[in-house]
């Protein structure tokens, strides 16, 4: 079993309300930026399953003020993924070429990523996965080291 695996954190059941909830205080429970990454990746990715299965995608009633569990997944992941991104910029933990990008570009496609199969109603057998999505995204906030230019004599 792999570190990553084991440290997939455990979300409660939507129907209580809280898994958004839990998701933000247990993504700001973590000083190292690369594990904070991994596992609110992770969550998201449980969270949209477990929406998807409980029907929750599905547009919300008009009682509820018009905001779906999609776009507010969407919202507070984004928000969530960017300050753990923005952590990790200012620790020098992360070093993307573009940390403007790495904050907002990144994040949102990370999130995309966790709702797309569900939303699309891909199998899974063609879908990302969350270990891998936080890889591929830890990857690009790597320290990246520059070619030095050649000297001239």
């Known amino acids: 079993m792999s570190t990553f695996a ?11 309300g809280t898994a958004l909830g839990e998701l933000e205080r247990y993504s ?3 000083d190292d930026p690369t594990t904070a990454l991994r596992e ?3 969550a ?4 949209a399953g477990q929406a998807a299965r ?3 995608f599905e547009e919300a009633p ?20 960017s300050g753990i991104i ?10 993307p070429r573009c940390a403007q990008w790495a904050e907002q570009g990144l994040a949102h496609a990370l999130i995309a990523g966790a709702c797309a199969r569900w939303v699309l109603g891909l199998p899974e057998e063609r879908s990302l996965r969350a270990g891998p999505a936080a890889e591929a995204a ?14 001239l004599l």
């Open 40 to 42: 609110a990746v992770e």
């Open 28 to 30: 700001e429970s973590h």
């Open 54 to 56: 409980d029907g929750v």
């Open 44 to 47: 998201l990715w449980t969270i």
């Open 62 to 81: 008009a009682s509820s003020g018009g905001a779906s569990f999609r776009v507010e997944l969407v919202h507070r992941g984004q928000r969530i993924l």
């Open 138 to 151: 830890l990857e690009a906030l790597r320290p990246t080291r520059r070619p030095r230019s050649p000297t």
């Open 6 to 16: 084991m440290t997939t954190p455990s979300v409660p059941p939507l129907s209580s």
């Open 86 to 95: 923005r952590r990790g910029v200012a620790s020098g933990a992360f070093r």
